[in-house]
C-alpha cells in the first residue's frame, strides 16, 4: 500500500534490519532521500526491541535528540506514510509479532524530555489481526493522519509496536519477560492552524505500573478484542470532526 502527501512520499526502511523503525523519506523532488539518522544517533542496534518499560530507550531508542536534518513537511488533517522493514519475526524470540501500534507527538524543542508527549492514533485488535499483522497486511506500510488540529510548528513522530506475543513465551526465560517495544522518531513540520494543544506525559513513564496489562493471550480472539491499549488516552479534543 502507497500513501501519498504533497506530491508521492515513501518512508524507506534498511534491509535486513527489524520490523518496525524509520530511517528515511523520499520524495518526487528528491530521487535520492535522505535520512533522519543524524537526527537521532541510534544507542540500540535497529532490529532490537527495547525490553523494558522503564528504559529511556523508551523515547526514541536514543539519548541524542538533536535537529540536524530538515524535517518531513505535512499538512495537519493529511498523512505521513510509514514503511516498515518487511520482517514478521521477533529477533529475540523468533515468533511472529503480535500487538498494538501507538503513535505520539511531541513539539521538538522539547527534545523529547519531560511531559511532552501526546498519543494521536492508537490501533490494537480489530476483530480478525493485531495492528502489527495490519501492517504486514497493508505492505509493511501505515499511514499515521496528523490531526487537523495540531497547532503548525516541528515536532518528533514517535512509532511504537509492541509484541506482546513474546511476553507469553515460556521458552525465553533469560529475558525479563517483558512486552518488546519496536520504537523510532522522526522530525515532522506540521502546517496548518489548529489550536489545540493536548497534555503530554513522559516517556519513559506512560506504562508505569503498567507490566501486567500486556499480558493477554494474543491468540485468543476474547482475550484480544477486551484488550486496551496502556498509555494516555486520546485528546478528545483531536480529529472532533469539522
Request: hydrophobic share 35%.
Amino acid at each position: 500500500m502507497l500513501v501519498s502527501i504533497i506530491g508521492a512520499i515513501l518512508l524507506l526502511a534498511r534491509a535486513g534490519s527489524g520490523q518496525t523503525y524509520l530511517l528515511g523519506v523520499t520524495d518526487s523532488a528528491n530521487k535520492n532521500g535522505y535520512s533522519h539518522e543524524p537526527t537521532f544517533s541510534h544507542l540500540l542496534r535497529p532490529d532490537i526491541p527495547v525490553m523494558d518499560m522503564y528504559s529511556t530507550h523508551m523515547t526514541c531508542r536514543t539519548l541524542d535528540m538533536n535537529d540536524k536534518v530538515k524535517p518531513f513537511v505535512v499538512a495537519a488533517g493529511a498523512i505521513v506514510p510509514l514503511t516498515y522493514e518487511p520482517k514478521e519475526l521477533s529477533p529475540i524470540s523468533g515468533q511472529p509479532i503480535k500487538g498494538p501500534c501507538s503513535f505520539y507527538l511531541s513539539d521538538s524543542k522539547a527534545k523529547g524530555k519531560g511531559s511532552v508527549w501526546f498519543p494521536i492514533e492508537k490501533i490494537g485488535f480489530d476483530g480478525t489481526m493485531w495492528c502489527s499483522q495490519l501492517i504486514k497486511k497493508n505492505g509493511y506500510t501505515h499511514g499515521v493522519v496528523i490531526p487537523k488540529e495540531i497547532p503548525p510548528g516541528t515536532y518528533y513522530l514517535r512509532s511504537e509496536i509492541i509484541d506482546l506475543a513474546a511476553y507469553l513465551d515460556n521458552k525465553y526465560e533469560d529475558f525479563t519477560r517483558e512486552p518488546q517495544f519496536y520504537i523510532d522518531c522522526m522530525a515532522i513540520t506540521v502546517t496548518g492552524s489548529g489550536k489545540v494543544a493536548p497534555k503530554g506525559s513522559k516517556i519513559p513513564g506512560i506504562y508505569n505500573n503498567a507490566e501486567s496489562k500486556f499480558l493477554i493471550n494474543v491468540d485468543s480472539a476474547t482475550d484480544s478484542k477486551s484488550f486496551t491499549i496502556p498509555g494516555p488516552a486520546i485528546d478528545p479534543l483531536l480529529n472532533a470532526g469539522p
